[in-house]
């Protein structure tokens, strides 16, 4: 498949992942489970056919340390879709590429570049504007506002986690045992806290079925697909824009509407976030 295409159709499939959290009707703890462990049910048979199971130890715990967080982070960013718009929740949850660049800095001193620092800087503009300032001033902020904030940061840790193994390991023998630590983990939760996982509606099967095959499994494959042709950046500049195509089904399916301030502060959030992307251009020799 064409690079491109194959990116177009990852960012479709995983924004309809906020819609489908909304329609399934059920706990957020039970959606997130059920999305990664369909999408494993259906990826494992192709990993054990095709042998596809090679991995060295080093790698397999980076994989299952993975798996954890990104499990953390899909829970959590559930949770925090049933507390405030669809559009709101996925805007934020997509500035982990900011926390990402300020981790890398303290952690690694890792120089981010001026364009980076002016991306950042208005991106919390654009979040003083979306919440409020004087909600701001005052340290009052809604639990979904700092649920997705939170869900972005643990994204952005998933990422420094599991950078580079993807250039040692295929996408599918990553995804496999990743998948299959989230799941596991997902399902100790869920037990622990007597989560509902059974009796459900047929609506919410099909919810979770249709977020497990298409947001998670289709999704993820063809946006991985796509960065081992495309350059990193612009995949990520790309990947913004399953904001607005989720903004538009939640008014569509959801019927949800978004105050005047929400709007603009969303568009400033993605401008500085899409600044946050630019690099300094090379000196000429």
């Given at each position: ?114 364009w980076f620092w002016i991306g950042t800087v208005v991106a919390i503009a654009g979040m ?158």
């Amino acid at each position: 498949m064409n690079p491109k295409i194959s990116l177009f159709l990852g960012i479709l499939c995983i924004a309809f992942s906020p819609i489908f959290v909304k329609l399934a009707g059920v706990p957020a703890l039970t959606s997130s489970f059920y999305r990664i462990f369909i999408g494993w049910v259906c990826l494992a048979p192709y990993c054990i056919i095709k042998n596809k199971l090679k991995i060295n130890r080093a790698d397999l715990l980076i994989a299952i340390l993975g798996g954890l967080v990104f499990a953390s982070d899909i829970a959590v960013w559930h949770i925090s879709l049933l507390k405030i718009s669809a559009t709101i929740s996925t805007l934020l949850a997509n500035l982990a590429p900011v926390w990402v660049g300020l981790l890398s800095y303290l952690l690694f001193k890792k120089r981010a570049g001026r364009w980076f620092w002016i991306g950042t800087v208005v991106a919390i503009a654009g979040m003083v504007v979306l919440v409020g300032y004087q909600d701001v001033i005052h340290l009052k902020f809604n639990a979904g506002i700092l649920l997705a904030l939170l869900a972005s940061f643990l994204y952005a840790c998933y990422i420094l986690i599991t950078k580079g193994i993807l250039q040692k390991i295929e996408t599918i023998t990553f995804m496999f045992y990743n998948m299959l630590a989230a799941s596991i983990f997902l399902l100790l939760i869920c037990l622990v806290d007597d989560i509902e996982l059974t009796g459900l509606p047929a609506s919410s099967w099909e919810c979770l079925l249709a977020m497990g095959i298409i947001c998670q499994l289709t999704g993820w494959i063809t946006i991985n697909y796509a960065i081992k042709f495309l350059e990193s950046t612009k995949v990520s500049i790309a990947l913004l824009s399953q904001t607005v195509i989720a903004g538009f089904l939640a008014i569509l399916l959801l019927k949800e509407r978004l105050e005047f301030k929400e709007i603009i502060g969303s568009a400033i959030v993605l401008g500085g976030i899409a600044l946050s992307f630019i690099k300094r251009p090379m000196a000429k020799a």
